[in-house]
Structures are given as C-alpha cells and as structure tokens.
C-alpha cells in the first residue's frame, strides 16, 4: 500500500508493518465500558468505518506459565485453573488430563462422568453469560438481566457439587475431588429442564425482537476463507459451516459415550453466533441429563504418586470459547518442567479484528464481543522493534534484568 | 406579576413541584425497570429508595468538577444554567391546577416548539465544549437523531392544535372537555411518545448518550455540580415531555367536578393531573425496558421513512375532521 | 420468512414485574451458601499429630509448622511441631483437608472474613501439644 494522501495516511515500512498518522486513528481501550478486559485496540478510522485495526495485547499478562515451574504438579491445579474465572474448569481439566497421560494410570469411569458433568455446566453457564453480554452491548438491558438472572441456577449448581461458583477446584491429578452430593442427580435433571425452556423463550426472543436483531444481523461476516486462513476455533469457526468440535474429534472424559451435537450455521454473522451458542447451551442440559442417567458406580478418583515420569503430553480440550490446548513436559521431578497453554482467544483474536473492518464504531461492542473474548486467558509479551523490522520473545531472566537497568538509570543514572 | 402568581411560579405548581416531580419519576423508572428484570431497584435511602435520585443529586453537586484543559470551561461550567432553563420556563405553561396555567400567551404551543429546539441546542453547545472525542462524537449523532425526530415531534404536537383550533396550551387542554384527543388522533399521541423518547435519549433511541459505546455521550467531560444539573434537566424535560402529552391528547387537568368548593376541586384537578402524568409516564417505561438500543442510521431511516409521513397523514386527517 | 416484531418482551416483563425480585438484600438479608461451600478453614488441635503434610501441599503457603516442644524419638530428641496458619493468604482449595490423614482440618461456611487488623487472621489455636 503506497502513500494515500485522501483517506487515513497509512504507509508500509520495511517490516511490513502499518504506520499511521495521528489523527486518523482511535485509540480502543485499554480501558473502555465494552472491554471487560483491558486490552489496546488502534482502530483507523475513515470516516466513521474502519478500514484497519491493530491490536496490542500484553496488558493482562501475568507469567502464569513460569509460575507453573516452580510449583508441584497438584498446586498447580488451584494456579491453573485461575488463569480465568469463565472457563475456569476447562483450564484444570485440560492440566490434570495432560498430567494423567504422563503417568500408566487410567482415571475410573465415575471420574470421567463427573468431569463431564460440570464441564457441561460450565459451559451452560459461560454461554449464559455471553448471551446476556450481547444483549447488554446492543442496550438491551433487560434480556441482560433476565439471562443472569437463569444463568444464577447453574452457579447454584455448580457451588452445590464444587464447593464454590467459579474457581471450582474439582478436578485433581487421579480423578475428581468429590462425588456428587445426595439428591444431586435428580436436581440436575430438574434444572436442566428449566434452564432448556428458558433458552427456547431466549431464542424466541432474540431471534424475533426487531430492534435487537437489526444490531446483530449481518455484524461481522466472515467467511470460511478468512477461518481457515487465520486458524480460527470454536463457535467462531462453526458459524461459517465448519463443523469441527474437540469432543466428537477427539473424544476425552466422557465424550465417547455422551456424544455431543456439533452446531454449525453458515451466515458467519454475530445472529449466527448467537443461534449457536444458544442451541450448545441447550445441547449441553440435554448431555447433563443423558450423564446423570449412564453415570457408573465406583471411585471418584485413584491415587496417583507425586512422582510424574518423564515425557510430554500434549492434550487438548473444547473449552466454551474453543479449542484449549496444553502441553506439559516433565522431567521426572516433583514440579513440571514446562507448561505451555494455548487459549482459544489468542487464535482468535486476530478473526476478532478481521470481523472490525468495515463497520462503524457503534458496533465495536457487539462485534467484538461475538468473537468471545477473553483476554485474560490469552495474554502474551511480545516484543518487536520497529526499524529493525524484527520480532523476538524475551525470556524472564533477561526481562528482569532488562527492568533493573532501565529503572536504575532513570532514577540516577548509575 | 403579582407576588401569588411570582409564588406559584417557583412552589406550586411551578419550579418545585415538578423538579420533586422530577426526581419521582426517576424513581419510577429505575423501580419498575428493575422490578421487570427481576432485580429490586433503589431500596436503601428513604422508604422503598424513593429518596435515592435526591441523594445521587447531592452526591454529584458535592463531588469535585473536573474540566479537561482543551475544553471551553466558561460554556461547561455555566452552559448547564441555561440548558436548565428551557424546560424549567416549559413547565410554568401546563395546566395543573384546574384550566389555567401560571403563565399564559395565546401563542404558548410555539414557544414550546421553541424550548425543546433549545434544549437539543443547548445540549449540542455543551457537547461541542466539552472537546473530547467521545463527546464529538455523540454530539455527530445528536444532530442527526435530532434532525430525524423534530418534524414528526412538531406535527404530533400541532394536530391537537388543529383539532382544538387554539394555539395555547391551556386552551387545548379546555378544548377537549367532552373527547380526549387521543382518541381523535391516536397516531399523534403514539408519534408523539416516539419521537418523546428520542428527545430524552431513552432507549430504544439512547445513542448520543450510549453508555456502552461512547462512554457518556456528551455528557462524558461533565462532573460534579454540572453533570447534577444536567441530569436533573433529563429528569425535568421527562416530567415536560409527559406533562405536554397530558395537556395535548389527554385533557390536561379536566376531569368530573365533583365539589362546588373551589380548593376541593383544585385538589381534584391536580390529582387527575398527576394520575394522567404518571399513566403516560409508565407507558414511556414500560416501551424503555422492552427495546434494544437501535443504530443512527437505523433510527434515521425509522424517522423519516415512517413516522413523518404517519404523521402527515394523520394532520392531513385532522385537517379533514376540523374543516367539517 | 422471519416474523418481525417489536417489543416481544413485553409479555415476559409483566410477568416477572408481578413476581418477588430475585435479589437477596445482603447484607440486609441473609445470604445462604450450600452444604459444600468452601468458606474459612478450621482445624481441630486434638487430631492434629504434626505430621507437617499440610504444609507441604499448601498452594498458597498459609502454613507454617512451629516447634512447641521436645520428644523423645528412640534416643535423640526432636521437635514437636504444631501448624500456625495465616488465613489471609488462603484461598479454601481444601488440598489440605483432603490430604490430612488424621481428619484434624475442615472447611467451615464461613465467607464474611473481612477483620480490621491484619494480626486477627493468624490461627494459632493448634499450637498446643495435643499428646
């Protein structure tokens, strides 16, 4: 792209990288009333439509993979399943599955039954919220309350089987940490139920009030050619008609038996995504309840030394947002010695910015929150040097000392 | 003016009654917009949170005024005076008490035509001097919302006129002594609540002040005393709006006489009065709470492409009825 | 085709208008957690033999264990350690309580935790030789 004196002036240097004049670009964020999160949106402007935006991200990051190094493998159960508060058990069941490959032992069928069980709440509960998030971005803020208000019964069910609403510490290196409580079974069916014909009104609703679906018809299309060339996961990737879902792929805890429905649309537009994440939501009660009916008898969970044998094991999961990938390398020792994680998010994150372009600021809430962000889970520090043109991760030892010597010499020049 | 009608115009029914007014439909809103989504509302200053907008008023008026260093202090800090002052002249113009208001011109529908053209002007004034970019921003969409609005706003309010072939208020409101106006002009009053709610930025029509895209809209840059004032304004010209459709399409303050004492019938008419009030209020509520906030363009196009020619249509009706 | 409508919610609002609010006026009112809640952590200084397993399991390093007294151990002498816990920092995972043979540590329902003094969330009550 060469010098365009008309529009916002934007040039390619050697890097390949966009430079921008001032006052053609708006700052999104990090902090913003759309954001949950914070995370730095340059949003070019022509006009009011946006031709060009370009993230930064790294405001969240917290060195949770390096934390992981330092402590056992159980402890790091309780750090893991904090990297973030929605999808929270995918995080654990993801680390301890991955954990369980390295070791000869096979977790009992109870285990893996309980696993998908609250898997499937977390899911309800997760898309619930983002359901509610959407109506809350196009000012509607009743369907806002409304949809928290029923997403309240699935957190009451999790808290009753896990002890707590969002930092579940269910499962555990060997199985799951409790059984079910007396008279469990029967309430999950009950409230499965419930929670399907709130969402057949929901979908109703969404789908017929005027003044909501003019906000979100045709927001963001993307198509399978933008998917696939960006690698994109999770519902994101089914509303262009790609029907691909961890679950019925590659099957873990009880998915080989509890087979889940793969919901694809093809308009590739914030309504399709609605529709989607509505009927997984419906899906997902109808999977609790066929879990509760097949669950096995026996142990919860089997005792794993603490001793995990060398090796690597990569494991993936299909957490709300998509696909959640963990690699765990250990070197026999009693703390892990590499723990990489790879969250949905940080795939998508660039299909985000690629449903932005063309639309005006209005609807910088809605699109962006259909793509269901959450950047807590992605964060990552990359640094980059303009005239150089090159890009390299900086490692925490260097980063450390890097901090020491800048600050020394700005505060005395020693 | 004599020093009764200088009283009533700053007591009752003037200046302070219909901020109390204010401030009482502010709690109407917040409590049955919560109690339709389930949740509770204000519950905890004076009984049921009725004092809640008094106390988020004193609040504001003691917090520190923050003034961006680009923007034109002397409009930020004193505009908000003026922009209060267009519905709080409005108001001393409707009937409460029986047919007559405080103030009265034969002419009075235009001068209301007027005050609401300088609310949004005063409301643009204060955006522009804010200088910041949301504010620029919504300050854009103020200008079109309001360009899509006004004539539909306009020809509701002259039908009754027509219909009542009086240019005042008070002369409207007597006019319609056997037949309630709305049941003449329906698509008036059901025009007139639309166009209504975008002049008071509620939903679905809130985009100048979209909380979730541009932060405050043009209210962003303002804190303290000013924003107080400004949110009282948005109370006020809510009771205005209200109060104005009362006076046009549903009799004003008339209703059975039932007492020959005139202070009894004062009583009377002004409890009509607020009854009608608070019954075209809660219509206004209960449209708020059901729809989503829909796009500029989107609420452009509904304007001109719908509810201008309905209300054509229906002065054109009017017209026809009167001349017979 | 689509059936367009406006205001499909208005139905639904009426209905949940007349209903009682779901919103629970804590603190007001009281807030009621389930049998499983994880809330502030106890222990029973009875059961406790000061086998030092909690503090090797503990995430968030809540535990310390503090000599209280000498034993005989064939024949030398070693420390008696009972655990003191800084409740501050933790977090009610409960790998304590699952990992303590003896049964000496529970997770109460306890959650209005705020003190006014940072010293009041020490838990000492184990530091005394049981046996």
New interface residues.
């Given amino acids: 792209m060469s010098d365009n004196t008309e529009g916002p002036h934007y040039t390619e240097s050697s890097a390949g990288l966009m430079e921008y004049s001032a006052e053609s670009a708006m700052p999104f964020g990090p902090v913003h009333p759309s954001l949950k999160e914070p995370e730095y949106f340059k949003l070019i402007l022509e006009g009011e439509k946006i031709v060009q935006v370009m993230p930064r991200i790294g405001y969240v990051h917290r060195g949770i993979e390096r934390a992981a190094q330092d402590r056992t493998w159980v402890k790091n159960v309780y750090l893991v399943e904090r990297i973030c508060g929605i999808c929270s058990f995918s995080h654990s069941l993801g680390y301890t599955q991955g954990v369980e490959n390295l070791t000869p032992f096979e977790i009992p069928r109870r285990a893996r039954y309980l696993r998908t069980v609250v898997h499937e709440l977390e899911r309800i509960h997760s898309h619930l919220l983002w359901l509610g998030l959407i109506g809350h971005w196009a000012g509607f803020d009743t369907l806002f309350m409304w949809i928290w208000k029923d997403r309240e019964h699935s957190l009451d069910l999790l808290e009753a089987i896990t002890g707590n609403r969002v930092n579940k510490s269910y499962s555990t290196i060997g199985g799951v940490r409790k059984d079910l409580p007396d008279g469990m079974a029967e309430r999950l069916k009950t409230e499965a139920g419930f929670i399907e014909k709130r969402l057949d009104y929901y979908e109703d609703l969404m789908g017929g009030e005027e003044t909501f679906t003019i906000r979100t018809r045709g927001m963001g299309r993307i198509n399978q050619e933008v998917t696939r060339r960006l690698s994109t996961v999770g519902p994101l990737l089914r509303c262009t008609g790609i029907p691909r879902d961890i679950r019925v792929e590659d099957p873990y805890a009880a998915y080989d038996e509890v087979v889940p429905e793969v919901m694809t649309s093809n308009d590739g537009d914030v309504a399709s995504l609605i529709t989607i994440r509505l009927k997984e939501a419906r899906d997902s009660c109808r999977m609790i309840k066929e879990a509760v009916d097949k669950m096995p008898s026996g142990d919860f969970k089997i005792n794993i030394p603490r001793a995990i044998p060398a090796g690597e094991s990569m494991f993936h999961v299909e957490a709300p947002r998509g696909e959640l990938f963990y690699y765990v390398k250990s070197a026999g020792g009693s703390t892990p010695e590499r723990v990489k994680i790879r969250t949905s998010t940080m795939a998508n994150i660039l299909t985000g910015v690629e449903m932005l372009k063309g639309h005006t600021l209005a609807d910088v809430p809605v699109v962006l929150t259909g793509m269901d962000p959450c950047f807590g889970c992605m964060d990552r520090i990359a640094v980059l040097e303009v005239d150089k043109g090159k890009e390299w991760s900086i490692g925490g030892e260097a980063l450390r000392k890097y901090g020491i010597d800048y600050y020394s010499k700005r505060r005395g020049g020693k | 003016m004599t020093p009764i009608e200088v009283l009533q115009l700053l007591l009752f029914p003037g200046l302070t009654f219909f901020v109390w007014l204010a401030f009482l439909f502010e709690w109407l809103e917040r409590k049955?917009?919560?109690?339709?989504?389930?949740?509770?509302g204000p519950?905890v200053t004076g009984p049921y949170g009725i004092l809640q907008p008094v106390a988020d008023f004193f609040k504001l008026a003691a917090k520190e005024e923050i003034v961006p260093a680009e923007s034109d202090s002397f409009v930020l800090r004193w505009g908000p005076a003026l922009y209060f002052a267009a519905p709080a002249i409005g108001v001393a113009f409707i009937p409460v008490v029986g047919a007559q208001s405080i103030l009265y011109d034969p002419l009075d529908l235009l001068f209301m035509l007027f005050i609401l053209a300088f609310s949004t002007l005063m409301a643009l004034m204060l955006g522009y001097a804010s200088a910041g970019?949301y504010s620029t921003?919504a300050i854009g969409r103020l200008v079109v919302q309001y360009t899509g609005y006004e004539i539909p706003l306009i020809l509701a309010m002259v039908t009754p006129a027509v219909l009542a072939r009086n240019l005042s208020i008070a002369g409207i409101a007597a006019a319609q002594a056997n037949l309630w106006y709305i049941f003449l002009a329906p698509v008036a009053f059901a025009v007139f609540i639309i166009a209504a709610l975008a002049e008071l930025e509620k939903?679905?029509f809130?985009?100048p002040s979209?909380?979730?895209?541009?932060?405050g809209g043009w209210m962003t840059e303002f804190s303290g005393n000013t924003l107080a004032y400004v949110k009282l304004t948005k109370n006020l010209s809510y009771a205005f709006l209200s109060a104005l459709a009362v006076s046009l399409f549903l009799g004003g303050a008339g209703g059975p006489v039932l007492s020959a004492d005139p202070t009894v019938q004062a009583v009377l008419y002004t409890v009509y009065f607020l009854a009608k009030l608070f019954a075209v209020g809660f219509v206004i509520f209960?449209?708020r709470?059901?729809?989503?906030?829909?796009?500029?363009d989107?609420a452009t196009r509904l304007f001109w492409t719908i509810l201008t020619p309905l209300s054509l249509a229906q002065l054109a009706v009017a017209i026809l009825v009167v001349a017979r | 085709m689509v059936r367009r409508k406006v205001g499909g919610a208005v139905g639904e609002m009426f209905r949940t208008g007349l209903e009682p609010p779901v919103t629970v006026e804590y603190p007001f009112g009281k807030k009621v957690v389930t049998e499983r809640f994880r809330g502030k952590l106890d222990i029973d200084p009875i059961k406790c033999t000061g086998c030092s397993i909690c503090e090797i399991v503990c995430p968030a390093q809540v535990i310390t264990m503090v000599p209280v007294g000498k034993k005989k151990v064939g024949d030398r002498e070693v420390d008696i350690k009972r655990p003191s816990f800084e409740l501050f920092a933790c977090i009610s995972c409960g790998q304590c309580v699952d990992d303590c043979k003896f049964g000496a540590l529970t997770l109460t329902r306890d959650f209005e935790l705020a003190v006014f003094k940072k010293e009041s969330t020490l838990m000492k009550k184990a530091l005394v030789v049981g046996k």
């Fill in positions: 049955t917009a919560a109690r339709m989504q389930g949740r509770r519950v970019r921003i939903p679905p809130d985009i979209a909380k979730t895209e541009i932060v209960v449209i709470t059901a729809l989503a906030r829909v796009r500029i989107q």
